[in-house]
Protein backbone atom coordinates (compact mmCIF):
# COMPACT_ATOMS: atom_id res chain seq x y z
CA UNK A 1 0.00 0.00 0.00
CA UNK A 2 1.34 3.80 -0.54
CA UNK A 3 2.07 5.56 2.25
CA UNK A 4 3.33 9.15 1.96
CA UNK A 5 2.34 12.82 0.33
CA UNK A 6 0.90 14.08 -2.79
CA UNK A 7 1.00 18.13 -2.96
CA UNK A 8 -1.82 18.94 -5.20
CA UNK A 9 -2.06 22.63 -6.63
CA UNK A 10 -5.44 22.99 -6.08
CA UNK A 11 -7.27 24.74 -9.22
CA UNK A 12 -10.09 27.46 -8.16
CA UNK A 13 -13.26 26.08 -7.56
CA UNK A 14 -12.17 22.78 -6.03
CA UNK A 15 -13.04 21.84 -2.65
CA UNK A 16 -10.79 19.82 -0.47
CA UNK A 17 -12.87 17.31 0.08
CA UNK A 18 -13.22 17.44 -3.59
CA UNK A 19 -9.57 17.11 -3.88
CA UNK A 20 -9.34 14.29 -1.51
CA UNK A 21 -11.64 12.21 -3.44
CA UNK A 22 -9.69 12.84 -6.74
CA UNK A 23 -6.63 11.19 -4.96
CA UNK A 24 -8.78 8.65 -3.63
CA UNK A 25 -10.34 7.82 -7.46
CA UNK A 26 -6.91 8.12 -9.03
CA UNK A 27 -5.81 5.83 -6.31
CA UNK A 28 -8.65 3.11 -7.20
CA UNK A 29 -8.21 3.61 -10.79
CA UNK A 30 -4.55 2.68 -10.16
CA UNK A 31 -5.11 -0.58 -9.13
CA UNK A 32 -4.89 -0.05 -5.19
CA UNK A 33 -8.32 -0.37 -3.91
CA UNK A 34 -10.63 1.12 -1.90
CA UNK A 35 -8.17 0.67 1.83
CA UNK A 36 -6.34 2.80 0.98
CA UNK A 37 -6.49 6.15 3.92
CA UNK A 38 -6.47 9.48 2.62
CA UNK A 39 -6.90 12.77 3.82
CA UNK A 40 -5.65 16.95 3.77
CA UNK A 41 -3.29 18.54 5.31
CA UNK A 42 -5.45 22.00 6.06
CA UNK A 43 -8.63 23.54 3.75
CA UNK A 44 -8.00 25.53 1.16
CA UNK A 45 -11.52 27.68 0.25
CA UNK A 46 -12.90 26.67 -3.44
CA UNK A 47 -12.12 30.61 -4.45
CA UNK A 48 -8.48 29.64 -3.25
CA UNK A 49 -5.86 27.59 -5.41
CA UNK A 50 -2.06 26.50 -4.54
CA UNK A 51 0.07 24.10 -2.24
CA UNK A 52 -2.93 21.46 -0.87
CA UNK A 53 -0.58 18.35 1.09
CA UNK A 54 -2.64 15.42 0.61
CA UNK A 55 -1.35 12.36 2.86
CA UNK A 56 -2.17 8.71 2.02
CA UNK A 57 -1.88 5.58 4.18
CA UNK A 58 0.45 6.09 6.78
CA UNK A 59 1.09 9.89 6.60
CA UNK A 60 -2.63 10.53 7.38
CA UNK A 61 -1.45 10.02 11.63
CA UNK A 62 0.48 13.67 10.31
CA UNK A 63 -2.75 15.60 8.98
CA UNK A 64 -3.40 16.59 12.47
CA UNK A 65 0.21 18.17 12.77
CA UNK A 66 -0.20 19.59 8.81
CA UNK A 67 -3.51 21.79 10.50
CA UNK A 68 -1.19 23.22 12.83
CA UNK A 69 1.90 24.05 10.71
CA UNK A 70 2.86 27.70 9.30
CA UNK A 71 1.67 28.47 6.38
CA UNK A 72 1.84 30.92 3.56
CA UNK A 73 -0.58 33.17 1.29
CA UNK A 74 -0.17 35.31 -1.50
CA UNK A 75 -3.06 37.45 -2.31
CA UNK A 76 -4.57 40.37 -3.68
CA UNK A 77 -6.95 43.52 -2.24
CA UNK A 78 -9.09 45.09 -4.03
CA UNK A 79 -9.81 48.52 -1.91
CA UNK A 80 -13.41 50.33 -2.65
CA UNK A 81 -15.72 47.72 -1.86
CA UNK A 82 -15.97 45.26 0.97
CA UNK A 83 -18.53 42.08 0.50
CA UNK A 84 -20.16 39.53 2.82
CA UNK A 85 -18.00 36.71 2.39
CA UNK A 86 -14.87 39.00 2.12
CA UNK A 87 -14.19 37.47 -1.39
CA UNK A 88 -15.18 38.31 -4.95
CA UNK A 89 -18.19 35.68 -4.17
CA UNK A 90 -20.28 37.71 -1.91
CA UNK A 91 -22.75 40.42 -2.45
CA UNK A 92 -21.20 44.06 -1.66
CA UNK A 93 -22.18 45.75 1.31
CA UNK A 94 -19.76 48.57 1.72
CA UNK A 95 -17.89 50.92 -0.66
CA UNK A 96 -15.42 53.35 0.07
CA UNK A 97 -14.32 56.11 -2.07
CA UNK A 98 -10.39 56.33 -0.21
CA UNK A 99 -7.69 54.31 -1.75
CA UNK A 100 -4.40 54.43 0.08
CA UNK A 101 -0.94 55.26 -1.41
CA UNK A 102 1.95 52.82 -0.87
CA UNK A 103 3.29 55.06 2.22
CA UNK A 104 0.14 54.89 4.01
CA UNK A 105 -0.15 50.42 3.47
CA UNK A 106 4.02 50.35 4.67
CA UNK A 107 3.01 52.51 7.93
CA UNK A 108 0.38 50.36 8.62
CA UNK A 109 1.34 46.84 7.69
CA UNK A 110 3.52 46.81 11.36
CA UNK A 111 0.45 46.98 13.05
CA UNK A 112 -0.24 43.74 11.29
CA UNK A 113 2.79 41.40 12.38
CA UNK A 114 3.67 39.48 14.56
CA UNK A 115 0.44 38.66 17.23
CA UNK A 116 -2.40 40.11 16.75
CA UNK A 117 -6.38 39.48 17.22
CA UNK A 118 -8.75 39.30 14.79
CA UNK A 119 -12.67 38.59 14.25
CA UNK A 120 -13.02 35.45 11.72
CA UNK A 121 -15.53 35.60 8.38
CA UNK A 122 -18.82 35.27 9.11
CA UNK A 123 -18.70 33.18 5.87
CA UNK A 124 -16.17 30.78 7.75
CA UNK A 125 -16.76 27.09 8.93
CA UNK A 126 -16.21 27.65 11.85
CA UNK A 127 -19.10 26.44 14.09
CA UNK A 128 -21.63 28.59 16.61
CA UNK A 129 -23.91 26.65 18.57
CA UNK A 130 -23.63 23.54 16.86
CA UNK A 131 -24.03 24.89 13.35
CA UNK A 132 -21.73 26.39 10.78
CA UNK A 133 -21.31 29.87 10.61
CA UNK A 134 -21.60 30.04 6.56
CA UNK A 135 -24.53 27.96 6.75
CA UNK A 136 -26.58 30.98 9.09
CA UNK A 137 -24.89 33.71 7.66
CA UNK A 138 -26.35 32.57 4.19
CA UNK A 139 -29.94 31.64 5.91
CA UNK A 140 -29.38 35.55 7.04
CA UNK A 141 -28.48 35.70 10.74
CA UNK A 142 -26.36 37.80 11.80
CA UNK A 143 -23.50 35.89 12.66
CA UNK A 144 -20.97 37.40 15.70
CA UNK A 145 -17.81 35.46 16.34
CA UNK A 146 -15.30 35.87 18.80
CA UNK A 147 -11.73 37.53 18.40
CA UNK A 148 -8.88 35.22 18.43
CA UNK A 149 -5.22 35.22 18.90
CA UNK A 150 -3.03 34.31 15.47
CA UNK A 151 0.16 35.57 14.44
CA UNK A 152 1.30 37.08 11.35
CA UNK A 153 5.07 35.97 10.69
CA UNK A 154 5.54 38.12 7.53
CA UNK A 155 3.57 40.78 5.41
CA UNK A 156 5.35 41.84 2.52
CA UNK A 157 3.90 43.65 -0.71
CA UNK A 158 4.82 42.02 -3.90
CA UNK A 159 2.79 43.98 -6.47
CA UNK A 160 -0.24 47.17 -7.07
CA UNK A 161 -2.41 48.48 -9.21
CA UNK A 162 -3.32 52.16 -9.01
CA UNK A 163 -2.96 56.10 -10.62
CA UNK A 164 0.49 57.60 -10.32
CA UNK A 165 1.43 54.33 -8.75
CA UNK A 166 5.40 53.81 -9.39
CA UNK A 167 5.61 57.98 -9.73
CA UNK A 168 5.38 58.54 -6.40
CA UNK A 169 2.61 58.73 -3.51
CA UNK A 170 -0.09 57.21 -6.40
CA UNK A 171 -3.63 55.90 -5.10
CA UNK A 172 -3.94 52.18 -5.05
CA UNK A 173 -6.82 50.50 -5.82
CA UNK A 174 -5.37 46.96 -5.62
CA UNK A 175 -2.61 45.55 -3.60
CA UNK A 176 -0.69 42.18 -3.50
CA UNK A 177 0.77 41.26 -0.21
CA UNK A 178 2.81 37.63 0.91
CA UNK A 179 1.72 36.73 4.29
CA UNK A 180 3.30 33.65 6.77
CA UNK A 181 0.92 32.97 9.16
CA UNK A 182 0.32 30.64 12.13
CA UNK A 183 -2.77 28.13 11.86
CA UNK A 184 -6.36 29.60 12.71
CA UNK A 185 -5.41 32.86 10.76
CA UNK A 186 -8.24 34.12 7.57
CA UNK A 187 -6.50 35.84 5.13
CA UNK A 188 -9.69 37.15 4.61
CA UNK A 189 -10.40 39.08 8.20
CA UNK A 190 -6.74 40.03 7.73
CA UNK A 191 -7.18 41.97 3.69
CA UNK A 192 -10.42 43.57 5.59
CA UNK A 193 -8.44 44.37 8.57
CA UNK A 194 -6.01 46.32 6.88
CA UNK A 195 -8.19 48.20 4.59
CA UNK A 196 -10.41 49.26 7.41
CA UNK A 197 -6.60 50.43 9.05
CA UNK A 198 -6.46 52.59 5.70
CA UNK A 199 -9.66 54.08 6.10
CA UNK A 200 -11.36 52.03 3.76
CA UNK A 201 -12.45 48.48 2.47
CA UNK A 202 -11.21 46.27 0.63
CA UNK A 203 -12.49 42.82 -0.66
CA UNK A 204 -10.23 39.47 -1.71
CA UNK A 205 -9.81 38.76 -5.45
CA UNK A 206 -6.92 36.43 -5.27
CA UNK A 207 -5.78 33.78 -2.98
CA UNK A 208 -3.28 31.37 -3.23
CA UNK A 209 -1.54 29.24 -0.77
CA UNK A 210 1.98 29.30 -1.38
CA UNK A 211 3.76 26.94 0.81
CA UNK A 212 1.92 24.49 4.05
CA UNK A 213 4.33 23.53 6.51
CA UNK A 214 7.59 22.34 4.60
CA UNK A 215 5.84 21.70 1.07
CA UNK A 216 5.39 24.61 -1.45
CA UNK A 217 4.62 24.86 -4.84
CA UNK A 218 7.72 23.72 -6.14
CA UNK A 219 6.73 20.02 -4.99
CA UNK A 220 2.98 20.62 -6.27
CA UNK A 221 1.21 18.85 -9.15
CA UNK A 222 -1.58 20.24 -11.42
CA UNK A 223 -4.86 18.53 -11.26
CA UNK A 224 -4.61 16.87 -14.59
CA UNK A 225 -0.72 15.65 -13.52
CA UNK A 226 -2.66 13.57 -10.67
CA UNK A 227 -5.46 12.12 -12.97
CA UNK A 228 -2.59 10.56 -14.91
CA UNK A 229 -2.11 8.08 -12.36
CA UNK A 230 -5.87 6.74 -12.45
CA UNK A 231 -4.36 6.09 -16.67
CA UNK A 232 -1.80 4.11 -15.68
CA UNK A 233 1.20 6.82 -14.84
CA UNK A 234 4.08 5.54 -11.89
CA UNK A 235 2.70 7.02 -8.77
CA UNK A 236 6.08 7.17 -7.40
CA UNK A 237 6.43 10.36 -9.89
CA UNK A 238 4.14 12.35 -7.74
CA UNK A 239 3.93 10.71 -4.17
CA UNK A 240 6.84 12.57 -1.81
CA UNK A 241 7.93 10.22 1.03
CA UNK A 242 6.27 9.82 4.16
CA UNK A 243 9.37 11.52 5.78
CA UNK A 244 8.95 14.59 3.54
CA UNK A 245 6.42 15.74 5.94
CA UNK A 246 8.85 15.65 8.84
CA UNK A 247 11.94 17.62 7.03
CA UNK A 248 11.08 21.01 9.32
CA UNK A 249 12.23 18.65 12.79
CA UNK A 250 15.27 17.09 13.40
CA UNK A 251 15.48 13.07 12.73
CA UNK A 252 17.01 10.36 15.65
CA UNK A 253 18.85 6.67 14.18
CA UNK A 254 17.60 3.73 16.09
CA UNK A 255 19.41 0.56 15.87
CA UNK A 256 17.31 -2.43 15.46
CA UNK A 257 16.54 -3.19 19.41
CA UNK A 258 15.45 0.45 20.09
CA UNK A 259 13.27 0.59 16.94
CA UNK A 260 11.68 -2.53 18.23
CA UNK A 261 10.84 -0.97 21.31
CA UNK A 262 9.57 1.85 19.69
CA UNK A 263 7.22 -0.15 17.80
CA UNK A 264 6.13 -1.60 21.03
CA UNK A 265 5.39 2.23 22.97
CA UNK A 266 7.89 1.63 25.34
CA UNK A 267 9.99 4.81 26.65
CA UNK A 268 13.72 4.73 25.61
CA UNK A 269 16.07 6.09 28.05
CA UNK A 270 19.55 7.98 28.34
CA UNK A 271 19.27 9.66 24.97
CA UNK A 272 22.11 12.06 24.49
CA UNK A 273 19.35 14.57 22.24
CA UNK A 274 18.11 18.28 22.49
CA UNK A 275 14.08 18.02 24.04
CA UNK A 276 11.37 18.37 21.60
CA UNK A 277 9.13 16.70 18.56
CA UNK A 278 11.66 14.53 16.45
CA UNK A 279 10.92 11.63 14.13
CA UNK A 280 12.35 8.06 14.82
CA UNK A 281 14.09 6.15 12.21
CA UNK A 282 15.94 2.75 11.33
CA UNK A 283 18.25 3.44 8.60
CA UNK A 284 15.85 5.03 5.76
CA UNK A 285 11.69 3.42 7.11
CA UNK A 286 10.18 6.23 9.29
CA UNK A 287 9.66 4.17 13.09
CA UNK A 288 7.46 6.98 15.05
CA UNK A 289 6.80 10.79 15.80
CA UNK A 290 8.41 10.95 18.78
CA UNK A 291 8.85 13.53 21.85
CA UNK A 292 12.26 13.71 23.74
CA UNK A 293 12.07 15.45 27.56
CA UNK A 294 15.23 14.69 29.86
CA UNK A 295 17.02 11.92 27.93
CA UNK A 296 13.34 9.92 27.83
CA UNK A 297 11.87 8.97 24.28
CA UNK A 298 7.87 8.64 24.27
CA UNK A 299 5.64 7.79 20.94
CA UNK A 300 3.75 10.47 19.76
CA UNK A 301 2.61 8.11 16.88
CA UNK A 302 3.87 5.13 15.45
CA UNK A 303 4.26 3.92 11.96
CA UNK A 304 3.18 1.04 10.63
CA UNK A 305 6.11 0.78 7.61
CA UNK A 306 8.56 -1.92 8.70
CA UNK A 307 7.34 -4.11 5.30
CA UNK A 308 9.30 -1.39 3.29
CA UNK A 309 12.47 -1.64 5.29
CA UNK A 310 15.19 -1.99 2.55
Sequence with gaps: MPHGWIILDKPLGLGSTQAVAAVKRNLREAG????????????????????????????????????????????????????????????????????????????????????????????????????????LARAG???????????????????????????GGGELSELTLLATVSKGTYIRSL??????????????????????????LSQAISLDKLNEIGKGAPL????LPLEAGLDDIPAIDLDPEQARAVRQGRV???????????????GIVPVALVELSDGDVRVVRGFNLTDVAE
Design 268 to 282: LTGMAFEDGLHWARE
Design 32 to 135: YGKKVKVGHGGTLDPLATGVLPIAVGEATKLAGRMLDATKAYEFTVRFGEQTDTLDAEGTVIATSDVRPTMVQVEAALPRFTGPIEQVPPAYSALKVDGERAYD
Design 141 to 167: VDVELKARAVTIHGLVPLSTVGVGVGV
Design 191 to 216: ARDIAHALGTCGTVTMLRRVKAGPFD
Design 236 to 239: EHVL
